[in-house]
């Protein structure tokens, strides 16, 4: 029978990738319309870009050991035929509100 | 050597692009055979990724504001307003993706059809991801070339 799991790694920093990508979209709505914000991302490292890549890097990298060492360290599980869409829509509609943002919005 | 940093930059986001095609192909062939190969190029896609960003990104807090002064004086402001800013936000979810690569290919392709299936996934999108955002790059050069071209007329 043919083996149909991945890797605890595998989903937690699929589950990761989704939810720090919609986090990164709403990073960009936030401090563009909030100069506060953006004051406060660009004092922290010098640019506002590199805290704002910095942050999501680290969310990524948190999420992914978070949700991998959840469950007693055998980690999140969800059937990769759920895992996909997750992904998808995470990266999709990321990517749908910061083309959006600056094409209509900003 | 500020021209050399920005074209180093396009040719890693380029390599990153050409692994990611590498990974598709080979993960729609996945054998115990080529296994090995497809671990390895998804790790070369996010090693180009991450070149390709931090050069990127040296490029962008270092050079780019005086660019980014002449394209907002020139005839396409958009350049800036729309293209590098769009860019500049997507390239993060472009590094995320091919940091990821490595994780999905490293499951037992061969032996595995959902594995294959969500590396298809993820090798798809980072070609299509890493165009649209190659080709904001083209543009905001142009942007560049533009504004003093007008300016010399």
């Given at each position: 029978m043919e083996n149909r799991t991945v890797s605890k790694y595998t989903t937690s920093f699929g589950l990761a990738l989704a939810l720090s990508s919609l986090l990164n979209a709403v990073l960009v709505v936030v401090k563009e319309k909030s100069p506060a914000v953006q004051a406060a991302m660009k004092s922290l490292t010098g640019h506002h870009w590199i805290t704002h890549a910095a942050i999501v890097l680290a969310l990524f990298a948190g999420f992914g050991f978070l949700l991998a060492g959840g469950r007693g360290g055998r980690g999140w599980t969800l059937p990769v035929n759920r895992l996909i869409p997750t992904l998808l829509a995470g990266v999709v509609v990321s990517g749908a509100i910061i083309v959006g943002f600056y094409l209509l919005a900003d | 050597?500020?021209?050399?940093?920005?074209?180093?930059?396009?040719?890693?986001?380029?390599?990153?692009?050409?692994?990611?095609?590498?990974?598709?192909?080979?993960?729609?062939?996945?054998?115990?055979?080529?296994?090995?190969?497809?671990?390895?190029?998804?790790?070369?896609?996010?090693?180009?990724?991450?070149?390709?960003?931090?050069?990127?990104?040296?490029?962008?807090?270092?050079?780019?504001?005086?660019?980014?002064?002449?394209?907002?004086?020139?005839?396409?402001?958009?350049?800036?307003?729309?293209?590098?800013?769009?860019?500049?936000?997507?390239?993060?979810?472009?590094?995320?993706?091919?940091?990821?690569?490595?994780?999905?290919?490293?499951?037992?392709?061969?032996?595995?059809?959902?594995?294959?299936?969500?590396?298809?996934?993820?090798?798809?999108l980072i070609p299509l991801l890493g165009l649209m955002i190659e080709g904001h790059g083209a543009v905001i050069a142009m942007g560049v070339k533009v504004a003093l071209l007008a300016k010399q007329i």
């Open positions: - | 050597m500020k021209e050399i940093i920005l074209m180093t930059h396009v040719a890693f986001g380029v390599g990153c692009v050409l692994a990611a095609v590498w990974v598709f192909v080979d993960t729609l062939n996945a054998s115990a055979a080529n296994l090995k190969r497809i671990q390895w190029v998804s790790r070369a896609a996010a090693v180009f990724m991450w070149l390709s960003f931090l050069v990127g990104g040296y490029w962008y807090v270092v050079f780019y504001p005086a660019d980014k002064t002449i394209i907002l004086k020139g005839p396409w402001p958009f350049a800036h307003e729309y293209f590098m800013e769009t860019k500049e936000h997507l390239v993060i979810m472009l590094l995320l993706l091919a940091t990821y690569l490595p994780v999905a290919a490293a499951n037992p392709l061969a032996a595995n059809r959902d594995a294959r299936r969500l590396v298809l996934w993820v090798a798809a």
